[in-house]
């Protein structure tokens, strides 16, 4: 027990390096290296990894302290910005191979069962980075329906729910595992007409995605979704959600052709997203966008649906 808990305060000092919070780490420290592949440096003296001056990447032997210490420790704060640690070393490819490699997918993963919310919440982020990485996604997609649960039940307009919706959009940036959100789209609609400014981008973000692949088209027509979705269409409505929603709409249709949106009208209930697409009002709105003062959104309305 003293050499595992040795080993455990060793891999601690890493975790305190991540000074930085994730987005400014990302931001800041991308644009430094760009894409340069990143080569695995010698392990270095925990008196250098702990030192605020410590500025770098980990290498794999950190890495796998890392993970042990994920899974030996009950301290909510070592969780916590060890996953921060990890969130903000996944942000690099070479690292998300390393990850990978060493199992720490599943060790990432477990840590969104965590009641602590906040340690739910780097889990996400760190999932999040490592999803970019196409192999990763293949071992990420046993966790989305969890997350979609989350995202769905967990408090509205949420850091957790935010987290969620980004790993999410990751996800479906292919169309690959978009199926596995098709009994989810519902009530995504219901967290995009409910949610904040913030969750409204998120949400329409990931709608997009799905809206790109002509297999998905049925099933977001099917969904129910409340009529004041189409007050997102309004003209005071901040660009950055109106064009999304706009481009949704677009989206959709380019997947419909005319033909086939004539012979299947009548295969969608009342009150899904097909009736109001093809409704009056809709129409009306579209209509109205078309003298609206951004010329981007004059465009977009412009379009016929």
């Known amino acids: 027990m003293g050499g595992a808990r040795d080993v455990g305060w060793v891999a601690a000092g890493l975790i305190l390096a991540a000074g930085a919070c994730y987005c400014f780490y990302k931001l800041t420290r991308g644009r430094r290296r760009g894409g340069r592949r990143l080569r695995l440096r010698p392990s270095r003296s925990a008196e250098d990894l702990t030192s605020g001056s410590y500025d770098d990447t980990l290498n794999a032997e950190q890495v796998q302290k890392l993970l042990y210490l994920l899974e030996s420790t009950e301290d909510p704060i070592i969780i916590e910005r060890a996953l921060v640690t990890l ?3 996944a942000a690099f ?6 990850i990978r490699e060493l199992g720490g997918i599943p060790i990432v993963g477990s840590k969104i069962n965590n009641p602590n919310q906040s340690i739910k919440e780097k889990a996400l982020n760190a999932l999040n980075n490592l999803s970019v990485n196409v192999e990763n996604q293949i071992k990420i997609k046993v966790y989305v329906s969890q997350v979609c649960e989350d995202v769905i039940s967990g408090p509205l307009n949420s850091a957790v729910q935010l987290a969620g919706l980004r790993l999410l959009t990751n996800m479906t940036v292919t169309n690959a595992h978009q199926d596995m959100l098709s009994s989810y789209i519902t009530d995504l609609f219901h967290v995009l007409v409910t949610g904040n400014g913030s969750t409204k981008v998120q949400v329409l973000k990931l709608l997009l995605n799905l809206s790109e692949n002509p297999a998905m088209t049925d099933q977001l027509l099917d969904a ?8 997102l269409l309004d003209g005071h409505v901040p660009k950055e959600i109106l064009l999304r929603a706009l481009t949704l709409l677009q989206n959709i249709t380019d997947c419909l052709s005319e033909e086939r949106r004539l012979a299947t009208q009548t295969a969608f209930p009342a009150g899904s997203l097909f009736s109001l697409l093809y409704g009056k009002e809709c129409a ?3 209509k109205a966008l078309v003298h609206h003062h951004d010329a981007d959104v004059k465009e977009k309305a412009s379009k016929k649906i």
Request: hydrophobic letters at 35%; aromatic letters at 4%.
């Open 87 to 89: 969130g903000n070393n």
């Open 93 to 98: 490819s070479a690292n998300q191979i390393v």
């Open 224 to 231: 129910q979704v409340d009529s004041s979705f189409l007050s």
């Open 284 to 286: 009306q709105k579209m």
